[in-house]
T-cell receptor, first 112, second 113 residues
Framework: GENVEQHPSTLSVQEGDSAVIKCTYS??????FPWYKQELGKRPQLIID?????GEKKDQRIAVTLNKTAKHFSLHITETQPEDSAVYFC???????????FGTGTRLLVSP | NAGVTQTPKFRVLKTGQSMTLLCAQD?????MYWYRQDPGMGLRLIHY???????AKGEVPDGYNVSRLKKQNFLLGLESAAPSQTSVYFC????????????FGDGTRLSIL
């Protein structure tokens, strides 16, 4: 089955810096890769996703890149703000399978 | 539009007690899921359902049972609670059509003493 590894487990940056979180997956057939943000005590919320027919997707300050050959995908946050502080989870799944496999999460701390 | 609603939000049980967690969604979603979240381990799938009347095992199903008698509801049961089941439980749903996002409830924090 699919296995997703996520690094780093914690990431501290200064406000205004960029942050990058990386995930690798094991099943080359996986073709859907969402990213979720979870604030302390809250529910996970989808912030961006990418499908395998696309190499990069952007939404304002966040972007996701996908390298199918290397089986890894990354979340990029530019101009970080204190409200970006949260735990971020990557996930992977195969079309039609409908079972997301999550990474173990990255705790991002943005200091003013 | 409430989305995904979980009840209760908090519960403390004694070892051996039983209880049922309720998940309700009002988005007419076909697929529903139960996850548990433990520190450092991310979200792990317990059971899921691809439609009314169907259920299937996820990654960590032991000690749990589920039922999907109505499309909008997905119940998670603990027959004999154990301290290892202390966790935060999240329910999620998705439309089931292609790769659609999963929408999560607010979670249930469960402590087993």
């Amino acid at each position: 089955g699919e296995n997703v590894e996520q690094h780093p487990s914690t990431l501290s940056v200064q406000e205004g810096d960029s942050a990058v979180i990386k995930c690798t997956y094991s099943d080359s057939a996986s073709n859907y890769f969402p990213w979720y943000k979870q604030e302390l005590g809250k529910r996970p919320q989808l912030i961006i996703d990418i499908r395998s027919n696309v190499g990069e997707k952007k939404d304002q300050r966040i972007a996701v890149t996908l390298n199918k050959t290397a089986k890894h995908f990354s979340l990029h946050i530019t101009e970080t703000q204190p409200e970006d502080s949260a735990v971020y989870f990557c996930a992977a799944t195969l079309t039609g399978f409908q079972k997301l496999v999550f990474g173990t999460g990255t705790r991002l701390l943005v200091s003013p | 539009n409430a989305g995904v609603t979980q009840t209760p939000k908090f519960r403390v049980l004694k070892t051996g007690q039983s209880m049922t967690l309720l998940c309700a969604q009002d988005m007419n979603h076909e697929y529903m899921y139960w996850y548990r979240q433990d520190p450092g381990m991310g979200l792990r799938l317990i059971h899921y359902s691809v439609g009314e009347g169907t259920t299937a095992k996820g990654e960590v199903p032991d000690g749990y049972n589920v039922s999907r008698l109505k499309k909008q509801n997905f119940l998670l049961g603990l027959e004999s609670a154990a301290p290892s089941q202390t966790s935060v439980y999240f329910c999620a749903s998705s439309s089931g059509q292609g790769n659609q996002p999963q929408h999560f409830g607010d979670g249930t924090r469960l402590s087993i003493l």
